[in-house]
């Protein structure tokens, strides 16, 4: 009896030993499942990625390439030291230098005289114009110290005698004639071109067909409207759809492409010369004249 219990329980031990046997076997295979489950996970992102280097990046994110150099800024264009006098910038805060003549040559049968190293290029711009059929005249260009505190004073008057004190009068006077000194015609670079048809200066003059004409190819022939509208906060001087400036071919065609006048193309310019300086470790270069 014994010996029979004792074989009963030896069976019995040896399938429990086969039972365990068969649990960790079973275990093993799951693991095994499972380890090669996440080799294979792994193996298809690492694809993903090779194939979609963006892979992972949140959305809308640009993903830099740290071999694609970034386009530089477009250069601000400076004149040479030699031709500065084409950009010179004269307004309340720049004056000119006293007593300050420029070499002069005279453009038109009325005598108006210009800077002789622009005046080839305003006489080619109102003859261009007038083989379009357009009948543009200058009415005021180069004027001398004498004459623009004349013009001034002149302007004083005007506005005292619309009731305004004296000093509000000198100070309304400035925003309509530029303080001796700080006039562009005392350079010889500015002229004043209306319609033959309309001589009026005032805002109903750049609807006359030469403005517009000017106003589109002016640019081409080395000159800005120097006064634009909108611009008076920056300029200090109303809108003057007649006041043309000399500034040189290259720059007039950066300043009419970039909507600027000649004061925002001067503070470009400062800060490029800034900018290159600190880069270079180089000093300023370039003057306003």
Known sequence: MESRKSRLEFQMEEKKEKQKKIIIIVAVLAVLCVCAALVGYMMMQQSDDVDNPNAGEPVGTEVQNPDVQTPPEPLVPVVSEENSWMTRLVNSTTLLEEGYVPELVVVNSAGYKFDARAAEDLKAMLQAA??????????????SWERQNTLFENQVVKQQNSGLPYEEAYEKAKTVVAFPGTSEHQTGLAA???ATSHQLLDDSQEQTAEQQWLMEHCWEYGFVLRYPKDKSEITGIIYEPWHYRYVGHEVAQYIHENGLCLEEYWQQVEEQEARLAAQNGTPKQYEQG
């Open 192 to 194: 004043d071109i209306v």
């Open 130 to 143: 007038r083989d379009e059929g357009l009948s543009p005249m200058i009415c005021s260009s180069y004027r």
